[in-house]
C-alpha cells in the first residue's frame, strides 16, 4: 500500500468518526420511579364495617344493616410542587367490601418528588361510560352497570332498616352527565414526598354513613330506593366519605 493509499484511508477514517452521532447524556439517564400503595378501609363512623352482622345509627337516628358497599375510584391525580401532575394510566378501581382484595392496590411509575395533592373520581369519567365494552374493573359483568344509555353505577348501598315502607335500603347512584350526575371529584391538600424507587402507603377510610348527611341529612323514610332528585342529594352527600388516615 502507497503512502498516498495509506493518507486517503486515515482521513476517511476521521471523517466517518467526525460525523458518528455522539451520546446524549441526557437521553441516556436512567429515571427511577416511585410507588404508591393505596389501601382504603370502609367504615361506620368510629366502628369498622360488617357487612349483614352489625346494625349502625345514621345522622338522623334510623338504624341501618349494610349488606352491600361498593364504588368506583378512577382518574387518579398526583400534584408536584412545581405543577407536575401524575395521571395513573387506566385509573379504575372497583372497591367492593365483600372483597378485601379490591381494597388495596398500587399505584406505580411515580417519578420522585414533594406532592402536595392527590385527587380523584367517585365514579366512573363519562368518556369510559359511552366507550364500548370495556373489561377489568370496568366489566359490565361486575354487578355494577346498568346499560349502554345509561352507563355505570357509580357507588352502590344496599341494606336494611326499620325505617323504610319496604325494609330495604337500595342506592344504586348512576348517571355521567347533567342534573343526574352522580360523579364527584375528591381532593385533599397533603404533603407526601417520593424519594427514587421509594414505597409510599396511603391510608383512606370511606365512611358509609357520611351518604346520610352534610350537606343534607338524609330520612330513610323518605329515601330508600335512589330516584332522579335523589341522585344529586345522596352524591352530594357521599363527595364527603373519604379522609386520610395515615401516610407511611
Known amino acids: 500500500m502507497n503512502r498516498i493509499t495509506i493518507y486517503t484511508l486515515v482521513f476517511v477514517l476521521l471523517h466517518l468518526a467526525s460525523c458518528t452521532k455522539k451520546p446524549d447524556p441526557a437521553s441516556d439517564v436512567t429515571v427511577s420511579t416511585a410507588k404508591v400503595n393505596i389501601k382504603i378501609e370502609n367504615r361506620a363512623g368510629n366502628q369498622i364495617l360488617k357487612l349483614n352482622d352489625v346494625w349502625y345509627k345514621n345522622e338522623n337516628g334510623d338504624s341501618l344493616q349494610v349488606s352491600v358497599f361498593n364504588y368506583f375510584i378512577s382518574n387518579i391525580k398526583l400534584i408536584r410542587e412545581d405543577g407536575y401532575i401524575y395521571s395513573e394510566n387506566e385509573s379504575y378501581h372497583l372497591v367492593r367490601e365483600d372483597n378485601a382484595a379490591t381494597k388495596s392496590f398500587t399505584i406505580q411509575n411515580i417519578p420522585p418528588g414533594n406532592y402536595k395533592t392527590i385527587s380523584f373520581l367517585i365514579g366512573v369519567d363519562s368518556t369510559r361510560n359511552v366507550s364500548g365494552a370495556q373489561t ?3 366489566d359490565p359483568n361486575t354487578g355494577m352497570f346498568w346499560d349502554w344509555n345509561t352507563g355505570y353505577i357509580m357507588a352502590k348501598l344496599e341494606g336494611k332498616s326499620p325505617a323504610s315502607s319496604g325494609g330495604m335500603v337500595l342506592y344504586h ?29 396511603i391510608h383512606f377510610n370511606a365512611d358509609v354513613l357520611e351518604w346520610f348527611k352534610t350537606p343534607t341529612t338524609i330520612k330513610i323514610k323518605e329515601i330508600d330506593v335512589v330516584s332522579g332528585t335523589s341522585t344529586k342529594i345522596i352524591a352530594d352527600n357521599y363527595m364527603d366519605m373519604f379522609s386520610i388516615d395515615h401516610i407511611d
Open 136 to 138: 377489568g374493573d370496568l
Open 173 to 201: 347512584l348512576g348517571g355521567y352527565s347533567g342534573a343526574g350526575n352522580a360523579i364527584r371529584t375528591v381532593t385533599f391538600n397533603r404533603d407526601i414526598s417520593f424519594s427514587v424507587k421509594e414505597v409510599k402507603t
